[in-house]
């Protein structure tokens, strides 16, 4: 599998992005995709995961402004992102795999399948 983020800019703070994965290969939707977030000098952290079933799971951090959802016909998981902080400066990865359990969503070594990341910077 093959992921390909997208969709990351510059932006004011309390605006909205949507960051979008797109995945290839045909098994996307026995997938685990989750996004994942490096800000500059700071370990990479999990924001928001989604399993094949489309249970979701948040970073507090995230819980009440960012939606994570999928379409398994594009093969495409998406980060919409509100009201956004300066405080959510980061490089944002998508990442994906098959049996994460709901437990483990957050731990990266989860995860085999990595897209390259999309910097998304906000400013105060």
């Known amino acids: 599998v093959q992921l390909q983020a997208s969709g990351g800019g510059l932006v004011q703070a309390g605006s909205s992005l949507r960051l979008s994965c797109a995945a290839s290969?045909?098994?996307?939707?026995?997938?685990?995709m989750a996004w994942f977030r490096q800000a500059p000098g700071k370990g990479r952290e999990f924001v928001a995961g989604i399993r094949y079933s489309g249970t979701t799971h948040y970073a507090a951090s995230a819980k009440g402004r960012f939606t994570i959802s999928r379409d398994n016909v594009r093969n495409t998981v998406y980060l919409q992102m509100d009201s956004l902080k300066p405080e959510d400066t980061a490089v944002y990865y998508c990442?994906?795999?098959?049996?994460?359990?709901?437990?483990?969503?957050?731990?990266?070594?989860?995860?085999?399948?990595w897209g390259q990341g999309t910097q998304v910077t906000v400013s105060s």
């Open positions: 290969g045909r098994t996307f939707s026995s997938y685990t």
């Open positions: 990442a994906g795999d098959r049996g994460i359990i709901l437990s483990a969503m957050t731990d990266q070594a989860q995860y085999d399948y």
